[in-house]
């Protein structure tokens, strides 16, 4: 079983749309979360971090459920722009900033 | 101010050649990764270098894999005889270290290294 799992995706939403993503993960042990964003042949880069208490950032929004161990990603308003791969990211505890990154979920955005 | 730079952007190289990628990370910053991303796939860990510390060389897949850090900036990633299967992007990235365990220091990426093996 991975790490950290996502739907692969794609998800082919029309612009406007509300799009919402999900990500499990399997160590309890794990301490910090992010969403990062991966344009096609392009890094990634970070998206926003996930906090316990649910976070927003624009049209962004990101929840977290320890108890599950389930982290999600909603995009409002879906713009052309959104449309890349989401990664789901997990820094287990202790030691340094190491991270365990899903495989994404790919997003299409059409007009 | 400059991001993290890797060289080559492509490389294609034979089956049992050897291959050396470039990494420069932003300046100031003490932590340097190496990562890899095979098609359609998250990205695989591959090494941690954190200022003089030993390095963390646990997600290396096999000793045909190398890295070095010289004079705590630049580092190289070898990997000899290379395989059909080392086909993938190589990303480096780097950070400011972090200040406690659970602290995080957004990790910045550079724009890869494109291998393939022929």
């Known amino acids: 079983r991975k790490e950290v799992e996502q739907d692969p995706g794609p998800f082919n939403v029309p612009e406007g749309a509300t799009v919402a993503f999900n990500c499990t993960y399997s160590n309890s042990a794990s301490q910090s979360f992010f969403w990062y964003r991966q344009d096609c042949r392009k890094e990634p880069k970070l998206l926003m971090s996930?906090?316990?208490s649910g976070n927003e950032d624009g049209r962004f929004t990101a929840q977290l459920n320890r108890a599950s161990q389930y982290i999600s990603l909603l995009i409002r308003d879906s713009k052309l722009s959104d449309s890349a791969t989401y990664l789901c990211v997990v820094k287990v505890s202790g030691g340094y900033n190491k991270l365990i990154f899903g495989a994404g979920t790919r997003l299409a955005v059409h007009p | 101010g400059a991001g993290v730079s890797q060289s080559p952007s492509n490389k294609v190289t034979e089956k049992g050649k050897d291959v050396e990628l470039r990494c420069d990370p932003i300046s100031g910053h003490t932590a340097l990764y190496w990562y890899r991303q095979s098609l359609g796939q998250g990205l695989e860990f591959l090494i941690y270098?954190?200022?003089?510390?030993?390095?963390?060389k646990s997600g290396l897949p096999s000793d045909r894999f190398s890295a070095e850090r010289t004079g705590g900036s630049v580092s190289t990633l070898t990997i000899q005889r290379t395989q059909q299967e080392d086909s993938a992007v190589y990303l480096c990235?780097?950070?400011?270290?972090?200040?406690?365990?659970?602290?995080?220091?957004?990790?910045?990426f550079g724009p890869g290294t494109r291998l393939t093996v022929l």
């Open positions: 996930v906090y316990s």
């Open positions: 270098f954190q200022g003089n510390s030993a390095p963390d």
């Open positions: 990235a780097s950070s400011s270290p972090p200040t406690s365990g659970s602290s995080y220091n957004e990790q910045f």
